[in-house]
């Protein structure tokens, strides 16, 4: 019922900034919790970033936090990501994707809805 679509991936340099974004379609409501997640080569997937379902609370992996910020905007049924200080390990498939539940609870991140095609992010040193 709802099509998540990324956009803004692509190559940047070590350092540099990226945003990414990300939106739905179909039947949306702002009502669950939204996240981004990151698939580097040879390694699980992981879960970078979770935002609940009005915009309030916000939460960050150890391996962003302090150099991403994620918001969202429920009248454009958009989230967005945005990440400073690149480095190579950033490299990856970055993945939207919509919680069944509304707020970030430990079991957002494997209680997931729907999910988007991703989009690739490479760091170049």
């Known amino acids: 019922q709802v099509q998540l679509e990324e956009s803004g991936g692509g190559t940047v340099q070590a350092g540099g900034s990226l945003r990414l974004s990300c939106v739905a379609s179909g039947n949306t409501n702002g009502a669950n919790s939204m996240g981004w997640f990151r698939r580097a080569p040879g390694k699980a997937r992981e879960a970078l970033s979770c935002?609940?379902?009005?915009?309030?609370?916000?939460q960050y992996a150890e391996s962003v936090k302090g150099r991403s910020t994620v918001w969202r905007d429920n009248a454009k049924s958009t989230v967005n990501l945005e990440t400073g200080s690149l480095d190579p390990e950033d490299t990856g498939v970055y993945y939207c994707?919509?919680?069944?539940?509304?707020?970030?609870?430990?079991?957002?991140?494997?209680?997931?809805?729907?999910w988007g095609q991703g989009t690739q992010v490479t760091v170049s040193s």
């Open positions: 994707a919509v919680s069944k539940e509304t707020y970030c609870t430990n079991s957002w991140r494997t209680d997931i809805a729907f």
């Open positions: 935002i609940n379902g009005n915009g309030a609370f916000t």
